[in-house]
C-alpha cells in the first residue's frame, strides 16, 4: 500500500490570544463572523471573516491519501473531522 504524506502544515484556527479577546468587550463583540471551510484533496483550509470582510483567522491541516491500486485514490472520513478538530 502506497501512502502519500499529509501536509505537516497544522495552524491554529484562533490564537489564545485572539480568543481571550473574544469576550463581550473583546474586538470581536460588534461584529458577525462567518466561517469557510475548504475540504480539498490534501488538505482541509478555514478562514474567519468579519462582517466587514476581513480576514480574523486562518487555519489549515492535511491528511493522507492511500493508493492501494494504479489510478485509485482513497481517503478516510474520520481524517477530514480530525483535520478539522
Same mark, same amino acid.
Given at each position: 500500500?502506497s501512502?502519500?504524506?499529509?501536509h505537516?502544515?497544522?495552524?491554529?484556527?484562533?490564537t489564545t490570544e485572539? #480568543?481571550?479577546? !473574544?469576550g463581550? =468587550?473583546?474586538?470581536? /463583540?460588534?461584529?458577525?463572523? %462567518?466561517? *469557510?471551510?475548504?475540504?480539498?484533496t490534501?488538505?482541509?483550509?478555514?478562514?474567519?471573516?468579519?462582517?466587514?470582510g #476581513?480576514?480574523? !483567522?486562518?487555519? =489549515?491541516?492535511?491528511? /493522507?491519501?492511500?493508493?492501494? %491500486?494504479a *489510478?485509485?485514490?482513497?481517503?478516510?472520513?474520520?481524517?477530514?473531522l480530525?483535520?478539522?478538530?
Open positions: 500500500m501512502t502519500a504524506e499529509p505537516t502544515l497544522h495552524t491554529p484556527l484562533v485572539a #480568543a481571550s479577546q !473574544a463581550s =468587550s473583546g474586538p470581536m /463583540a460588534d461584529t458577525a463572523l %462567518t466561517m *469557510g471551510i475548504d475540504l480539498g490534501s488538505a482541509v483550509k478555514v478562514v474567519v471573516m468579519d462582517s466587514h #476581513a480576514v480574523r !483567522a486562518t487555519g =489549515s491541516a492535511g491528511f /493522507a491519501t492511500h493508493c492501494e %491500486t *489510478g485509485q485514490a482513497e481517503q478516510e472520513p474520520a481524517d477530514w480530525q483535520a478539522l478538530s
